[in-house]
């Protein structure tokens, strides 16, 4: 397979060093000079020094027939440059950006970026996870990224206790999906009666977890969202 | 009317002077403070240091209801990010993008894009001045191609752009 990767940092670097060795052919773009220069004494000729947000650059590279541009620089503009030259001006079949605001994730993808890798997502996903508390915990991805599954767990102080599912004003867009009590998953019934310790697995979209973590949590959120 | 200006260079703090005094409501936008030293002393809209492709400092700026918006930092793609965000994600009905490589801004005229090249138009007023014919459109902010659906379902550019398709083969 033939891939072209945008950004000679960590990322880009170590990435392509994985990718050779599983033996796929690759060009690195990387415009800086220098860098460009320390990773060909490192990887040898697949190091270009040219910026893979220029169009000619890009056909020079060979983008016309990449199976895969993945643009991994620092920059969250850059990279969306980079995907959107690749996929609406040569055809490539698969562009991945690296995000680092997250905030951008759902506009790159409404921009035509295939795959959306998150640095910031996956350490702040990580840190969820260690929380225990009256937080929300993002466990998924579904629908290229359009829904989240959560888990809430109730707590003495949540507004959801001792309700049942139709006592609860869930956003539209928002299912309760299956309640796990004493580690065993049970499905959630019209009779249900949320308990402290209780943890409800949700679908949910993006855009309506604020609202549904007000439902089943009640706090504000401990980390800004 | 509410115009959003990000990037405080000369031509972002003229406009903002300009527009201010036609009773324009101008929010403008720079990383730097010092940027903002090129604003008239009685510039009365609102300069705000911020990352203008950060979509909370947007919002913070008013971009939800406003009815311009001009990208024009040094950095293409970053008026690239910042244009795209307030057409898409603020729905700003009108945005234009200074993109100085002619060949993106050609790009991104076709993909929804109002685009100002100032590469183009100065190669045009140059040559003009010099007795050349006008470069049609050169001098103008490159009207968007009308599309009836969004940028991600609008399928492909034309394969005339000034890019070498065959080339690395």
Redesign the interface.
Same mark, same amino acid.
């Given at each position: 397979m033939f891939v072209i990767v945008v950004g000679g940092g960590r990322i880009g670097f170590y990435l392509t060093k994985e990718l050779l060795a599983e033996g796929h052919e690759l060009v690195l773009m990387e415009k800086d000079p220098r860098s460009a220069e320390r990773i060909r004494d490192d990887l040898g000729a697949v190091v270009v020094n040219r910026d893979g947000? %220029? +169009?000619?650059h890009l *056909? %020079? *590279? +060979?983008? /016309? #027939?990449a199976s895969i541009v993945a643009a991994v620089t620092g !920059?969250? *503009? !850059?990279n @969306?440059?980079v995907c959107?030259?690749a996929k $609406? $001006?040569? !055809?490539v079949p698969r562009t991945i950006a690296r995000v680092n /605001?997250p #905030? /951008?994730e *759902? @506009?790159f993808r409404? @921009? +035509?970026v295939d795959e959306i890798i998150s640095p910031t997502r996956m350490v702040l996903a990580a840190i969820e996870q260690d929380i225990p508390v009256h937080e929300l915990l993002h466990l998924a991805q579904l629908e290229g990224g359009e829904l989240d599954l959560i888990e809430a767990q109730i707590a003495g102080d949540s507004p959801a206790l001792g309700r049942r599912p139709s006592d609860i004003d869930l956003p539209d867009g928002c299912t309760l999906f299956v309640l796990i009590r004493d580690d065993k998953a049970q499905s959630i019934r019209p009779d249900t009666v949320f308990a402290e310790g209780d943890k409800v697995i949700a679908i949910s979209r993006t855009e309506c977890e604020t609202d549904l973590r007000r439902q089943l949590i009640g706090a504000a959120p401990m980390l800004g969202a | 009317m509410r115009t959003i200006i990000v990037g405080c260079g000369r031509v972002g703090a003229g406009l903002a002077t300009q527009l201010a005094d036609d009773g324009h409501e101008v929010v403008i936008l720079d990383q730097s403070n010092e940027a903002f030293r090129r604003l008239s002393p009685s510039f009365p809209g609102q300069a705000l240091r911020g990352d203008g492709t950060d979509e909370s400092v947007l919002r913070r700026a008013g971009a939800e209801g406003a009815d311009w918006f001009l990208a024009l930092t040094n950095g293409d793609n970053r008026n690239i990010l910042a244009a795209q965000l307030a057409a898409k994600t603020f729905s700003i009905p009108h945005v234009v993008c200074k993109i100085n490589d002619p060949v993106r801004a050609q790009a991104y005229a076709t993909l929804g894009v109002n685009t100002v090249d100032r590469t183009m138009m100065m190669i045009d007023s140059i040559g003009r001045f010099m007795g050349r014919p006008a470069m049609p459109g050169a001098t103008n902010v490159t009207r968007a191609v009308p599309r009836p659906a969004s940028v991600a379902d609008a399928g492909h550019m034309p394969n005339d752009l000034a890019v070498d398709r065959t080339g690395g083969r």
């Open positions: 947000c %220029e +169009g000619t *056909a %020079e *590279a +060979g983008a /016309n #027939r !920059d969250d *503009a !850059d @969306l440059v959107q030259m $609406h $001006h040569f !055809d /605001n #905030r /951008n *759902a @506009l409404h @921009l +035509g | -």
